[in-house]
């Protein structure tokens, strides 16, 4: 039998979570800062082409965390260090930005970083084609295009929505919800990525 005692000591010093974590895939990636002619600017990646997965897509650094990672910062940084080769020890993580729960990718774990010795990238090919910088100066008054994506309620076979009371309501069920599309030169950043570089600057502009 329950009594309020027992379910306050099972409750006691909680911290909250995310729910549904344990069976998601988490990634964590690094937007990173870095001098360009003297110029602060954001470094993003153009996945490669070989890739299956969303090849020559704009990107930051970043990927899986392993189950040998640390922590989130620390599979960042790891990610960061085999797709464009910089050293761990020239990456300063200097802070974390809001966690991104997605319904396609799972839980992103976004950082904002600096990396020292921008020249001595090099690239892993299997992963990036190529990298590029936008000063950071450009997002100052910059107004990114606003466009609607639509994700569609759709039970598959053996969906019990006749169990449901307000079934109806279920059928033609939709969510819409706004993508930003950044355009820089012959770039188009939008997507995840979009969402948490209009995150940062929205940070900066406060």
């Given at each position: 039998?329950y009594?309020?005692?027992y379910?306050?000591?099972?409750l006691s010093?909680?911290?909250?979570?995310?729910?549904?974590?344990?069976?998601?895939?988490?990634?964590?990636?690094?937007?990173p800062?870095?001098?360009?002619?003297?110029?602060i600017?954001?470094?993003?990646e153009?996945?490669s082409?070989?890739l299956?997965?969303?090849?020559?897509?704009?990107?930051?650094?970043?990927?899986?965390?392993?189950s040998?990672?640390?922590?989130?910062?620390?599979?960042?940084?790891?990610?960061?260090?085999?797709e464009?080769?910089?050293?761990?020890?020239?990456?300063?993580?200097?802070?974390?930005?809001?966690?991104?729960v997605?319904p396609?990718r799972g839980?992103?774990?976004p950082?904002?970083?600096?990396?020292?010795?921008?020249?001595d990238?090099?690239?892993?090919?299997?992963?990036?084609?190529?990298?590029?910088?936008?000063?950071?100066?450009?997002?100052?008054?910059?107004q990114p295009q606003?466009h609607t994506?639509?994700?569609?309620f759709?039970?598959?076979?053996?969906?019990p929505?006749?169990?449901?009371?307000?079934?109806?309501?279920?059928k033609?069920r939709?969510?819409d919800f706004s993508?930003?599309f950044?355009y820089y030169?012959?770039?188009?950043?939008?997507?995840?990525?979009?969402?948490?570089?209009?995150?940062f600057?929205e940070i900066?502009?406060?």
């Amino acid at each position: 039998m329950y009594n309020l005692s027992y379910i306050q000591k099972q409750l006691s010093n909680r911290k909250a979570g995310i729910l549904g974590s344990s069976d998601s895939m988490k990634s964590a990636v690094v937007l990173p800062l870095v001098y360009v002619d003297q110029e602060i600017s954001i470094l993003f990646e153009v996945r490669s082409k070989t890739l299956t997965k969303q090849p020559g897509e704009i990107c930051f650094p970043g990927g899986k965390i392993d189950s040998t990672d640390v922590n989130p910062e620390a599979a960042a940084v790891r990610e960061l260090h085999e797709e464009i080769g910089i050293l761990t020890s020239k990456v300063e993580i200097v802070s974390p930005l809001d966690i991104l729960v997605t319904p396609f990718r799972g839980i992103i774990y976004p950082f904002v970083g600096t990396i020292e010795n921008f020249e001595d990238i090099k690239i892993n090919r299997n992963e990036v084609d190529h990298v590029f910088t936008v000063p950071l100066s450009f997002f100052r008054h910059y107004q990114p295009q606003q466009h609607t994506m639509r994700m569609k309620f759709e039970p598959v076979e053996g969906f019990p929505l006749e169990k449901i009371a307000n079934k109806r309501a279920y059928k033609n069920r939709y969510s819409d919800f706004s993508e930003s599309f950044y355009y820089y030169e012959d770039y188009v950043i939008w997507g995840l990525t979009a969402r948490i570089l209009t995150h940062f600057l929205e940070i900066m502009k406060h």
